[in-house]
């Protein structure tokens, strides 16, 4: 259940609001006094939050002196966000505009002589990075998607979808125009967020020349298979080979039940000459992504895991000589796990990032002279602080241009200086904004689980936090399970913007998250409600010790996995917490397995269905619907209409139980969102429930 974003109001920032507060409660007071003591600057409101500009990387000029960055800014009136591309130098300076079109820009590649083409609404785009006019260079019906051009600019690989069943009615019966029915006879019939019509995005190559695509080849043949994968996959899973003469592209050939239950991605080449399709990881069974090849074209390296079936299995980097046919994994006795990687300039090193105690940080790792004697590589840390690096753009001559953010800065692109080890900004598109919001303070903290290991958390404290006040104070449970809680920036999940609100906030690195050990992310499989909710009760309690929190205003929080975990703690909690809130938290696990769609990630991570006996501790112990009888705390539950991983039914159970026993209780249905909240409007409306709901129980 991998992969997870936003807002609300200035009301709860007026005194007014602050003063109908109960006059014991002495922390109000204390919020409007560190408001006025903040040197003049403004707390983080939510609408401070989503005015901030989202910052992507878009790519380096060959020279490598330049970047093309992108920024997405929201507009409240419309609803909706716009996005244009920006330059400017490595080296930091003045940035000029380089597009300014309404909708959204996205850089595929610069050419030697300066030339940008890139993606608008579908179709590809021309403009010298130097000046001039832009000129649109296609014209496809439908529309171009993950577009990859050919190392000598004469194909292109891209994606486009293709109707391969006939599961809507409107296209098995052409003469009911006005229905709207779907016929099923197997399984995917729901992803994420979407029914499947029966359309599967296929990679396409075709030659190209001058803006004119012909001669363009389904490489699945009208095959039921996606690539890129749904429904998260982009022009990462596809990529050309240095000569020119073969593709790559990501898919997981299986169909209905059979798809629904792995993970067991390939890569496959297609030879354009021969026309051939290899599976270049046969007999590799888990998830295979990613390929990338180094510059000239001798290695091949991707991530790769090994168990079919494991969504969160450790995430290694393999390298494949295709001279000499030999594949080694460069990772294989490393204690961690893999985000992304990129190769170095010369062909030596693969740089890589992965999360690693509470942060995610950048590694290298040698590449051996001679693979046939598979010595272990040596794999180093080559970056340390308190902030995440979260992509790697590209190498400099003076170090690698990457994506950072911190708990309280989002993101932005700096050069990491691989001799002096530091991070030079070289967009600050959020520096004017940041510099009027008063900061919070972060901290790291160890605290000792009930088993004796230590276990770490960040805590955010809010502005002017003076230790001589009692604050109320937020657990948060992350989602995942399998997700690491580390430096990133949340526009929904925000800390900086919860502490901005006077609430002391604490992020437990409990079991089951990358950075601590593969065994430390494993131990949470088929234990949901086990160590890791006891972790959660060991690092609040630790913190509820120091005489600044407020024992009687503790709540928590969390969404997904650490939406199941707050209903697990209100039937378990025994009077710790005054409030809960839950977002599309998982309540029933025997009613949750009959309805969600990635049934690999049950059957791995819960042991399999609820009718094998061998899962019964996980249907019943670990069940938050059988400790509702304990349940006698106030709480909030939100719901997506359009939640396919965590489908409606969750939330409706848990919020009809909660009034049927008469507790404190509200539901938040949002119609149109999915297991996140995208839109601006919706997610205002989120940050005014959610701090709305605190006010009134903590």
Known sequence: ??????????LLLSSSTFAQRAPEKII?????????????KEVMSPEKLWKLGRVSAEGLTPDGTQLIYGVSNYNFDENKSEKNLFIVSVKGGTPIQFTSEAGGESLLHIEDNGDAIYSYKGQLWRKNIKGGNAKQLTDVEGGLENVKFSPDGKHILFSKSVLVNKNHSVDKYTDLSKSNVYIYDDLDYRHWDSFNDGRFNHPFVASYDQGKVVEAIDLLAEEPYYSPQAPFGGAEDFAWSPDGKSVLYVCKKKFGKDYAQSTNTDIYRYDLISKRTTNLTEGMNGYDTNPMYNADGRMLAWLSMKTDGYEADKNDIVLWDAAMDIKLNLTAHWDGTINSFAWSKDNRRIYFIAPVKGAVQLFEVEIPVNLKNRALPKIQQISEGQFDITGIVGETKEGLVVTSTTLTQATEVYLYHLKSKKLNPITKVNDEAYAQIAPTKVEGRFTKASDGQDLFSWVIYPPDFDPTKKYPTLLFCQGGPQSATTQ?????????????????????????????????????????????????????????????????????????????????????????????????????????????????????????????KANEKTYTVFNPINHVDKWDTPILIFQGGKDYRVPIGQGLEAFQAARLKDIKSRLVYLPEENHWVLSGHNAQVWQREFFGWLKETL
């Not at 509820?544 to 650490?562: C, F, L, Q, T």
């Open 1 to 10: 259940m991998r992969k997870s974003f936003i807002l609300a109001i200035a």
């Open 28 to 40: 109000d007071k204390s919020l409007i006094t560190h408001r006025m003591q903040s040197f003049g």
């Open 488 to 612: 990133s920036y949340s526009f929904r999940w925000n800390f900086q913007l919860m502490a901005s609100q006077g609430y002391i906030v604490i992020a437990p690195n409990r079991r089951g998250m990358p950075g601590w050990g593969v065994k430390w992310n494993e131990d949470i499989s088929k234990d949901w409600g086990g160590q890791s909710i006891r972790d959660y009760l060991s690092a609040i309690d630790d913190l509820a010790k120091e005489p600044y929190v407020d024992n009687e205003r503790i709540g928590a929080v969390g969404a997904s996995y650490g939406g199941y975990s707050v209903f697990m703690l209100a039937g378990v909690h025994e009077g710790r917490f005054k409030s809960f809130i839950s977002h599309c938290g998982l309540f029933d696990m025997t009613s949750w397995y009959g309805t969600t769609e990635e049934l690999f990630f049950a059957n791995h991570d819960l042991g399999g269905p609820y009718w094998d």
